[in-house]
């Protein structure tokens, strides 16, 4: 089944410490992105990702970190997560063949404290 | 800058009528133009998108969009709302296959 995993699905943690959100697609799509969602603020791009080796900047990167190195993953690290960080999380990939479909996964809930 | 405004952040209707949830997006260059919904609890599904193709774009469940350039708008209707269309519904842009760009969301109810 094609899909986007994101693990773990819920976590609680404290101030400072690190944490990894991991996203993985099985589409092989080339365009990967990190979303948080607040209320009232619709969704947010963090971090994007073009290919392997290859990311960006949303619009709201800071305080996080992601990389690349395999094309199916997409980690989103929080080196010192704050409680500002406290968010629901979405990844998504999408296909580079000029039709910009999103494909998003199921979400992680983060509490910071 | 890119920006995206959904007008409405909550709109009720009662099932059986028209809905109509309005996008408005400011762009320096033609963009890419999408509806997601998002159930309780669910993640974001694609109901429908414009690529530069025809302006009038149908999509799942009954919704359609039309993208009016000269008025910047995209906005989703559909003519007889159904108690399973309650949801958010988030209007997106894309400029160049680089970034996306959301709006804030615009949650509908649906009334018996």
Same mark, same amino acid.
């Given at each position: ?113 | ?14 099932? &059986? ?9 400011? %762009?320096?260059? !033609?963009?890419? @133009?999408?509806?997601?919904?998002? $159930? ?18 149908? &999509? ?9 350039? %000269?008025?910047? !708008?995209?906005? @989703?209707?559909?003519?007889?709302? $159904? ?30």
């Amino acid at each position: 089944e094609a899909q986007v995993t994101q693990n773990p699905r819920y976590l609680i943690t404290v101030t400072g410490k690190k944490l990894t959100v991991t996203c993985s697609q099985n589409m092989n799509h080339e365009y990967m992105s990190w979303y948080r969602q607040d209320p009232g603020l619709g969704l947010r791009q963090i971090y994007y990702s073009m290919n392997v080796e290859v990311t960006d900047k949303g619009d709201v990167p800071e305080g996080y970190k992601v990389s690349r190195k395999e094309k199916r993953n997409f980690p989103l690290i929080l080196e010192s997560p704050s409680p500002n960080q406290t968010s629901l999380y979405f990844c998504a990939s999408t296909p580079l063949d000029g039709q910009e479909t999103q494909y998003f996964g199921p979400g992680t809930r983060l509490l910071v404290l | 800058a890119q920006s995206v405004t959904q007008l409405d952040s909550h709109v009720s209707v009662s099932e &059986g009528t028209p809905v109509l949830l309005r996008c408005n997006y400011s %762009s320096s260059y !033609s963009p890419s @133009l999408f509806w997601y919904v998002q $159930h309780p609890n669910k993640g974001l599904q694609l109901l429908l998108k414009y690529t530069s193709a025809a302006t009038l774009v149908k &999509g799942i469940n009954g919704f359609e969009a039309e993208f009016k350039k %000269s008025e910047t !708008s995209f906005h @989703l209707t559909k003519p007889s709302a $159904h108690m399973s269309d309650a949801a958010e519904y988030f209007c997106v842009v894309s400029f160049n296959f680089n970034k996306f760009y959301f709006g804030s969301g615009t949650k509908l109810n649906v009334k018996p």
